[in-house]
């Protein structure tokens, strides 16, 4: 047994202290406000997410709060027209063993919260910020704001895109600032006409913009986020933004997304950053999970559910068999099947962001006619890579699935 600091107490945070909790060591989850809980509103999660919410114990209680999609469609959002739809039924599910579905992002937080709570190895602390951290051979010891210090035998810094670990572990200052500005709101369903109301994640694509838009919370709420590549190059996070101001910022859009976006009263705005890919997650007893390791931009979808991923991983990894002495070399094992993985969706998102959401002219017209091109399974197999995961040392079952042709 292994007494295992988390430095974090979001979605990664919360997953890591689950998956290493269930291997009989201690875990303790220091979170730097003042209380456990999670702000935001809609979250995307493939069936690689259910496949480790399933590992980690909560999948069923995700799946009684989840809406599940019947199908992805990327539109034009200056004419309104339909250019690809992936179905995500029968033969989606079929293939991926899970469906794909939206959650308000504090039901999948709360989910992991309560599971936490009943977890006999793990304890929660709030108002813990993490500082920095020291290491001998002995163990590593945690320096918190307040004076205070922790020692464990390992340290896992989910500690998010700022991450204090991570600045001492990698040291590659600020995160990356994308260009993009992206403004969100949720509307009580009864306020969206009855025409609007779509079981799918429609997103609406333009020259240097995109409009999303979900249900969230059971079908009770539209989740609605309008994003502009306008060039942004300081952070923002959650800052009011004036109604007018953001009609006035998507000239040429179509009827449809223009309705969508007039029915929202309030919106809040953000910034996107992202990091470039490391080869360093771990220094001795500490390493890094989540989005502290690898953030994201939005476009593939996939920042939580990488997240969750890195949970079970590293959960397998670190097993009964772990001790003081051997936990470096465990994390290191982990880093080496993470950091590929986690770099790839990293680019891609970038690339999907440039590519699909908000190409402009010839580079349009190009997206349309390869879009228009492929079939519903060529689209499945486009997204095989990511929604396919499933950690090859599960059960028998499992890794027959995992190994099987798609």
């Known amino acids: 047994m292994a007494r295992i600091i988390v430095a974090g107490g979001g979605i990664g945070g919360l997953a890591a202290a689950l998956g290493v909790a269930a291997q009989g060591h201690h875990v303790t989850v220091l979170e730097r406000r003042s209380a456990f809980e999670e702000l935001g509103a809609g979250i995307q999660l493939g069936p690689n997410a259910f496949w480790a919410l399933d590992r980690l114990g909560v999948g069923e209680g995700v799946r009684a709060q989840a809406v599940f999609i019947d199908e992805l469609r990327l539109m034009d959002g200056t004419s309104d027209a339909c250019l690809a739809r992936m179905p995500l039924t029968d033969a989606y599910r079929a293939r991926f063993g899970n469906p794909y579905a939206v959650v308000h992002r504090g039901d999948l937080y709360e989910a992991l919260l309560s599971a936490c709570r009943a977890a006999p190895g793990v304890t929660l602390t709030a108002g813990a910020a993490v500082t920095g951290y020291t290491q001998d051979a002995a163990g590593v010891t945690v320096a918190l704001a307040g004076g205070e210090t922790l020692t464990g035998d390992a340290l896992i810094g989910a500690d998010g895109i700022r991450s204090v670990v991570r600045a001492q572990l990698v040291g590659d200052g600020d995160p990356r600032v994308s260009g993009h500005t992206i403004y969100r709101s949720v509307i009580p369903i009864e306020k969206v006409p009855e025409d609007l109301r779509f079981n799918a994640v429609t997103l609406w694509a333009g020259p240097a913009w995109h409009v999303v838009h979900y249900t969230i919370g059971g079908g009770r709420f539209l989740n609605?986020?309008?994003?502009?590549?306008?060039?942004?190059?300081?952070?923002?996070?959650?800052?009011?933004?004036?109604?007018?101001?953001?009609?006035?910022?998507?000239?040429?859009?179509?009827?449809?997304?223009?309705?969508?976006?007039?029915?929202?009263?309030?919106?809040r705005t953000w910034v996107l950053c992202d990091?470039?890919?490391?080869?360093?997650?771990?220094?001795?007893?500490?390493?890094?999970?989540?989005?502290?390791?690898?953030?994201?931009?939005?476009?593939?979808?996939?920042?939580?559910?990488?997240?969750?991923?890195?949970?079970v991983v590293l959960g397998r990894l670190l097993?009964?068999?772990?001790?003081?002495?051997?936990?470096?070399?465990?994390?290191?094992?982990?880093?080496?099947?993470?950091?590929?993985?986690?770099?790839?969706?990293?680019?891609?998102?970038?690339?999907?962001?440039?590519q699909l959401y908000h190409a402009a002219g010839d580079a349009a017209r190009a997206r349309d006619?390869?879009?228009?091109?492929?079939?519903?399974?060529?689209?499945?197999?486009?997204?095989?890579w990511l929604h396919g995961f499933r950690d090859a040392d599960g059960s028998p079952e499992e890794a027959a699935a995992a190994a099987a042709p798609r």
């Open 224 to 267: 609605l986020a309008a994003t502009r590549d306008d060039g942004a190059t300081v952070p923002v996070a959650g800052d009011p933004a004036e109604r007018d101001r953001v009609l006035a910022e998507f000239p040429g859009l179509g009827d449809v997304p223009r309705k969508l976006l007039e029915l929202a009263e309030e919106w």
């Open 275 to 311: 990091r470039d890919p490391v080869g360093t997650w771990t220094d001795g007893r500490v390493a890094l999970l989540g989005d502290a390791a690898h953030p994201m931009l939005q476009y593939a979808a996939q920042g939580a559910c990488m997240a969750l991923e890195d949970a």
């Open 369 to 384: 006619a390869m879009l228009a091109a492929l079939s519903e399974s060529d689209l499945h197999g486009k997204v095989d």
């Open 319 to 354: 097993d009964r068999e772990t001790g003081p002495d051997t936990v470096a070399t465990r994390l290191e094992k982990y880093a080496a099947e993470r950091r590929d993985r986690t770099a790839e969706a990293q680019l891609v998102a970038r690339e999907m962001g440039r």
